[in-house]
């Protein structure tokens, strides 16, 4: 079992900055696939971001590409979202998510689950 918590949301003005934080329980966390969705209201949950165990490879959705960047702590537990250039239609609920799968984007594929922050971008 592995238990996420997300911390970091905010608000934040067009333009600027925010760095989203999921702390993972339990001692497998370093055997996951760790993953950024978000959920805008009246829209379906999408993939924003993934990396593999090691760090070593990422994946990026194309709307937040060059601007996003996770990373993760495995000494931590921790994933990181750092998100740059921000944009009004990045307000969303964020969720980090665990997958046993390598390097995964679809929902289905994760395990685990947080129960999100909000990230406001204010025009």
């Known amino acids: 079992q592995v238990q996420l918590v997300e911390s970091g949301g905010g608000l934040v003005q067009a333009g600027g900055s925010l760095t989203l934080s999921c702390a993972a329980s339990?001692?497998?966390?370093?055997?996951?696939?760790m993953g950024w969705f978000r959920q805008a209201p009246g829209k379906e949950r999408e993939f924003v971001a993934a990396i593999s165990w090691s760090g070593g490879s990422t994946n990026y959705a194309n709307s937040v590409k060059g601007r996003f960047t996770i990373s993760r702590d495995n000494a931590k537990n921790t994933v990181y979202l750092q998100m740059n250039s921000l944009k009004p239609e990045d307000t969303a609920v964020y969720y980090c998510?665990?997958?046993?799968?390598?390097?995964?984007?679809?929902?289905?594929?994760?395990?685990?689950w947080g129960q999100g922050t909000q990230v406001t971008v204010s025009s």
């Open positions: 339990g001692r497998t966390f370093s055997r996951y696939t």
């Open positions: 998510a665990a997958s046993r799968l390598v390097l995964v984007s679809t929902e289905r594929s994760y395990d685990y």
